[in-house]
């Protein structure tokens, strides 16, 4: 099974930060990866899918690279409505997995 | 616009069955694998379980097999769980999720919550 880690595993910053967050995979994974949003109280959200593709309707301030094995999720230009927890999930193979999240806070 | 909303939440006893569902509109059900996730109070999302388009193929997290049965009736336009043998590690909101295959989870539900209590 594959097993994913995410670093790290809370951040805070400021208005206005770019921030990163890695994910790492203990198998390749070509780019077979989506980063997912959530905010407390509520489902999560598909931020990016296909590790770099944006969904529609997501502010451009955030972006995905990486592949095979190591992934990031980028926010640039951090605003306040960007505080949530961050996950990814491998969809290449089952059983799907997340990674354990990561908490941004300003 | 998609829209998926789970029920069937509520408080069960220890080793007893719940099921779950998960009605689907605004899209061609029948075109997408559909997926269960859930997340334990104050824990970090736990995927469960995938059925193919059509249900003819099911997977399933080692921590459920055996237990959970995903289905689904595509001329009802509903996914269904259903949770047996539960215990209080099952305690957790479960989100359904829309689920392309081979692709990220792009549109969710709002969650039900299963608490297993007795």
């Known amino acids: 099974d594959i097993q994913m880690t995410q670093s790290p595993s809370s951040l805070s910053a400021s208005v206005g930060d770019r921030v990163t967050i890695t994910c790492r995979a203990s198998?390749?994974?070509?780019?077979?990866l989506g980063w997912y949003q959530q905010k407390p109280g509520k489902a999560p959200k598909c931020l990016i899918s296909?590790?770099?593709r944006l969904q529609d309707g997501v502010p451009s301030r955030f972006s995905g690279g990486g592949s095979g094995t190591e992934f990031t999720l980028t926010i640039s230009n951090l605003q306040s409505e960007d505080v949530a927890t961050y996950y990814c999930?491998?969809?290449?193979?089952?059983?799907?997995?997340f990674g354990p999240g990561t908490k941004v806070d300003i | 616009q998609v829209q998926l909303v789970e029920s069937g939440g509520g408080v069960v006893q220890p080793g007893r069955s719940r099921t779950l569902s998960c009605a689907a509109s605004?899209?061609?059900?029948?075109?997408?694998?559909m997926a269960w996730v859930r997340q334990a109070p104050g824990k970090g999302l736990e995927w469960l379980a995938y059925?193919?388009?059509?249900?003819?193929?099911?997977f399933y997290s080692e921590s459920v097999k055996g237990r959970f049965t995903v289905s689904r009736d595509n001329s009802e336009d509903t996914m269904s769980l259903q949770l047996d043998s539960l215990t209080g590690d099952d305690t957790a909101i479960y989100f359904c999720?829309?689920?392309?295959?081979?692709?990220?989870?792009?549109?969710w539900g709002q969650g039900t919550l299963v608490v297993v209590s007795s």
């Open positions: 999930l491998q969809h290449h193979s089952f059983p799907y997995a």
């Open positions: 296909d590790a770099s």
């Open positions: 999720a829309r689920a392309p295959y081979g692709k990220a989870f792009d549109y």
């Open positions: 605004g899209f061609l059900f029948k075109s997408y694998g």
């Open positions: 198998q390749v994974l070509r780019n077979n």
């Open positions: 059925i193919w388009y059509d249900g003819s193929n099911k």
